[in-house]
């Protein structure tokens, strides 16, 4: 079983950043599509961001490119998620999900589709405007 373990949320102000970390308790080179979701109160899951850790392919949903950053390192199986300019409409549960594909448009499908098998308990981001 794999388990994601995310932590790094809090409250900031509009225009301010934070960073978030995903911990992975199995090889993110074998589970090497990673994924991060975010839930606003009454709101459906939505995407967020992902990466194709094999060659490092990184993806983003429309309302965060350009202020959201992922990353990865293989060494302590850990994502990241660089929040900037944050607005109030970030705010939410952030989660993290996990899961083994054989190639890059696998992972860009299961991101869209939200089909993951290994989801955190997510960590809360709280924008104030």
């Known amino acids: 079983q794999v388990r994601t373990t995310e932590s790094g949320g809090g409250s900031v102000q509009a225009g301010g950043s934070l960073r978030l970390s995903c911990q992975v308790s199995?090889?993110?080179?074998?589970?090497?599509?990673i994924g991060w979701f975010r839930q606003a109160p009454g709101k459906e899951r939505e995407k967020v961001a992902a990466v194709y850790t094999y060659i490092g392919s990184r993806y983003y949903a429309d309302s965060v490119k350009e202020r959201f950053t992922i990353s990865h390192d293989i060494t302590t199986s850990t994502i990241y998620l660089d929040m900037n300019a944050l607005k109030a409409e970030d705010t939410g549960k952030y989660y993290c999900?996990?899961?083994?594909?054989?190639?890059?448009?696998?992972?860009?499908?299961?991101?869209?589709?939200?089909?993951?098998?290994?989801w955190g308990q997510g960590t809360q981001v709280t924008v104030s405007s």
């Open positions: 199995a090889d993110i080179a074998t589970n090497n599509c």
């Open positions: 999900a996990a899961k083994a594909v054989s190639q890059v448009g696998r992972c860009v499908i299961a991101w869209s589709r939200l089909e993951f098998p290994y």
